[in-house]
């Protein structure tokens, strides 16, 4: 294990979130109270979106404990305990470890956190922290992810199956909408398969963009309610069935403000621990529990082979014609030429991370090509954790590309993070979007202008200097040529570049205004 300290314990939540993103899980250490109530935002995001980050909290001895002596970081009434139970709320499972329980209740964090790809909240006092462990196993540990996943009953996996595949047969236009659950479990390749031989058609809503290549023939797009492109949500609102594989979440931005038109009826929802479904002429859904996603997968996989189900399904997949750069190079830059230019500067295999707000909204439109995989917090939605989550991401990627485009108002939250990347020596490319205000809350504003909008006015481009990034490549880029020089020397560098990217008040809305009013009739206050 090789440590890496972070500017603050927030920060480091972050970046253990992104680390586990990609490597499978990450472990965060900080002190008692003032430490892992600062981690606290970081954890309950890790909670939400199912990341699996060890939370491992240092605390006075048990003698200290025991004494009720008014120490630092405590109120001073002698009350140690009062972080567990809100420490512990931000995890799936917890314990305090001491000498006797240590094996056994290690066991068990990492069984459960694994198996829910949660958070776990481990306590240790320091004086316990010194002491023999008093349970030696005789056999070593032989810890694989693929060994913590959810059992199924086997008839109700036969029955669920059986149900699935009648379904399946019977439908004309059947879809598939998959969840970044697989992703979490490593079912990726199944899910594949199962595109492979089914032949179905797939699109992906907001948190589970490229959860496998979006370069498969069967990829159909971004399904986001009203805002998706209108092919995309003909195939999706007119499919007499549809596979939720995973247990896809329909949040608000994940469906353009709950615009989506899709009956229940038409559901089958295949999460990763048992199949609900619709029934024709029966007004409650069936339910088959326990039933593990991968046995699911599994068992379709090896029905469509045999049977040959799905043969006859059509790809319906509908290529978009990449967005035309219509702006002139000396003009200044704008949110649409920028983005119109990241298709063709992300390379295949790079690790994206993109920022809640503005930012994720454009990219998530954005067709990644073959293998790329992206990062983003859309249900948390935590603004300041992508810079952060970039740190963990490279560090458990070194051989990969690691791309961040995050605004001004989020990275402020954040910023200083960026020494901890040059101490380490990583090498991302980070594009920050200056336009001076947090963005996302203009447009979902209906009066704009006002001054809690309004971002103090740094200067961007010099703070990699300042936090001891010597060898970066850094640039104040103005108008598209300059941006267009700015990704030539990125994909050439093999050092780290940060480009602020001066937008002035050349914003545009980053949803239809449509939308922007159906979120205000969602949400009135």
């Known amino acids: 294990m090789t440590w890496v300290g972070c500017a603050n314990e927030l920060n480091a939540g972050y970046a253990a979130d992104g680390y586990a993103r990609a490597r499978g899980a990450a472990l965060l250490c900080t002190t008692y109270g ?29 003698r200290l404990q025991r004494s009720h002596q008014p120490l630092h970081h405590s109120l001073g009434d002698g009350d ?3 972080f567990f139970e809100i420490s512990a709320a931000a995890a799936c499972v ?20 694994l198996l829910e790809q949660r958070p776990a909240y481990l306590v240790v006092p320091g004086d316990y922290a010194l002491m023999e462990v008093m349970e030696v196993m005789e056999d070593g540990l032989n810890i694989s992810q693929k060994t913590f996943l959810p059992v199924s009953d086997q008839r109700e996996l036969a029955a669920a199956t059986e149900q699935i595949l009648q379904r399946l047969a019977a ?44 370069s498969h023939p069967n990829y159909l797009g971004m399904y986001r309610g009203s805002a998706s492109e209108p092919f995309v949500k003909e195939a999706v609102e007119s499919a007499d069935l549809i596979l939720n594989v995973g247990g896809a979440l329909f949040t608000d931005l994940g469906t353009g403000f709950f615009s989506h038109e899709i009956k229940s009826e038409k559901m089958i929802t295949m999460a990763t621990d048992f199949v609900e479904m619709a029934m024709p002429h ?4 069936k339910n088959y529990s326990p039933v593990a996603l991968q046995d699911l997968l599994a068992a379709l996989n090896k029905a469509f082979q045999e049977r040959l189900i799905g043969k006859k399904k059509k790809n319906i997949s509908a290529v978009l014609p990449p967005k035309k750069i219509l702006a002139k190079l000396e003009d200044p830059i704008t949110t649409e030429s920028f983005y119109a230019r990241m298709p063709s500067f992300l390379q295949p295999q ?33 603004i300041g954790w992508a810079t952060p989550a970039t740190l963990g991401v490279a560090i458990s990627k070194p051989e990969g590309r690691v791309v961040l485009v995050t605004g001004d108002g989020s990275h402020q939250f954040t910023a200083n993070e960026l020494g901890t990347m040059g101490r380490y020596g990583v090498n991302p490319i980070i594009f920050i979007m200056n336009d001076g205000v947090y963005a996302i809350e203009e447009f979902l504003d209906q009066n704009r202008g006002h001054l ?3 971002l103090a006015p740094w200067s961007y481009a010099k703070l990699p ?23 030539a020397k990125a994909t050439q560098s093999e050092s780290a570049c940060y480009f602020e990217i001066l937008l002035g008040s050349h914003l545009r809305p980053p949803a239809p205004e449509a939308m922007t009013k159906a979120f205000y009739q969602n949400f009135p206050n």
């Open 34 to 62: 003032v430490g892992e109530l600062s981690a606290l935002n970081a954890m309950m995001g890790s909670l939400a979106e199912r990341v699996p980050v060890f939370h491992l909290v240092g605390v006075p001895s048990h």
């Open 80 to 82: 140690l305990h009062r």
């Open 94 to 113: 917890s314990a305090l470890l001491t000498p006797e329980n240590v094996v056994v209740e290690l066991e068990r964090l990492i069984h459960t956190a």
């Open 171 to 214: 439908a004309k236009n059947p879809i598939i909408l998959p969840s970044f659950s697989l992703a979490r479990y490593e079912l990726e390749k199944e899910f594949e398969t199962l595109l492979d031989i089914s032949g179905v058609p797939y699109a992906t809503m907001l948190m589970d963009k490229a959860v496998i290549s979006e």
């Open 282 to 285: 029966d007004d409650q859904p």
């Open 350 to 382: 790079d690790h994206v991370v993109v920022e809640s707000g503005f930012c994720m909204l454009e990219m998530a439109s954005i067709k990644l090509p073959a293998g790329a995989r992206y990062y983003h917090q859309s249900l948390w939605g935590s």
């Open 452 to 454: 809690y909008n309004k």
């Open 465 to 487: 200097q300042v936090m001891g990034c010597h060898d970066w490549l850094t640039m104040q880029i103005r108008t598209n040529a300059e941006l267009d020089q700015a990704l």
